[in-house]
């Protein structure tokens, strides 16, 4: 568990407001160490190891040491941030919060940026232990949210799941399921692989295969009224589909 006694603070930290011609470039020099880096206000760009992001108030970086660096502002509306370098002792680097994040409480989480900045230039070993303690609070309080956030996909997943349950004959698309979780296409399609333990594909598949079999057993409905009931073009791939999942076809189902 991350604690004060693994930070090693350094003199190099500030709150500054960036000239309009400001640019930050590690590229062919990476940093030596972590980097706490905060926008108050502002607009710009910022590439960490290739991935350009605009940033904003909110934004927050942790850059790692060998992260490369290459950011610029918009002259209208410079950037105001806070850095704060360290290094870690005892602790493992992947137990740090993500390189990333949109920080939503930022009165709370701005408060102890200044508070760690005004401790550390009393440069007294009191203050130096509660600049250690604001940084430890500012660390936690980004794993906090990390954490949150993970429960929240992993509900919203669970809850198109669920949709996908209720509607097996609708056209579901990757782009309006994604939608529904509020996340985009790209990283929808991988998190509810990784909590469902299936890919989206299938399990919408699954789901139609299940409903079909109720239909059939239970309902009287024929294999071409179940085909039609559930959106399938073709009676034929239906029944093709329904026997790779079932391992019989429809019609034997039907008997049952």
């Not at 011609?21 to 190891?49: A, C, I, M």
């Not at 401790?119 to 794993?143: C, F, G, I, N």
């Not at 809850?159 to 698309?173: L, M, R």
């Not at 509810?192 to 295969?209: A, D, H, N, P, W």
């Amino acid at each position: 568990m991350l604690s004060a006694d693994h930070l090693r603070l350094t003199s190099n930290f500030g709150k500054v407001t960036c000239e309009r011609t400001w640019k930050w470039d590690t590229l062919h020099q990476p940093l030596p160490d972590f980097d706490l880096w905060y926008v108050w206000s502002g607009e710009g760009h910022l590439s960490r190891n290739g991935e350009p992001q605009e940033v904003s108030k909110g934004s927050c970086y942790l850059f790692r040491p060998g992260d490369a660096t290459l950011a610029g502002l918009n002259p209208q509306k410079p950037l105001t941030v806070t850095f704060i370098h360290f290094s870690i002792d005892g602790i493992d680097p992947a137990a740090m919060p993500a390189p990333y994040h949109y920080i939503k409480d930022t009165p709370y989480f701005e408060a102890l940026l200044n508070r760690f900045v005004m401790t550390m230039v009393d440069q007294t070993s009191v203050s130096t232990l509660e600049a250690s303690y604001a940084l430890t609070l500012m660390l936690l309080h980004l794993l906090r949210e990390e954490t949150e956030e993970t429960r929240t996909e992993k509900s919203m997943i669970h809850e198109v799941a669920h949709y996908i349950k209720e509607t097996p004959g609708e056209e579901h698309t990757i782009a309006a399921l994604a939608e529904k979780a509020q996340l985009s296409p790209r990283y929808f399609s991988l998190k509810f692989k990784e909590t469902m333990g299936v890919s989206l594909e299938r399990y919408v598949v699954q789901t139609r295969i299940e409903r079909a079999e109720h239909l059939l057993r239970f309902n009287g409905m024929t294999v071409g009224e179940v085909a039609e009931a559930l959106g399938y073009r073709s009676i034929y791939f239906f029944s093709r589909q329904f026997k790779q999942y079932r391992g019989k076809t429809p019609s034997e189902v039907r008997r049952m």
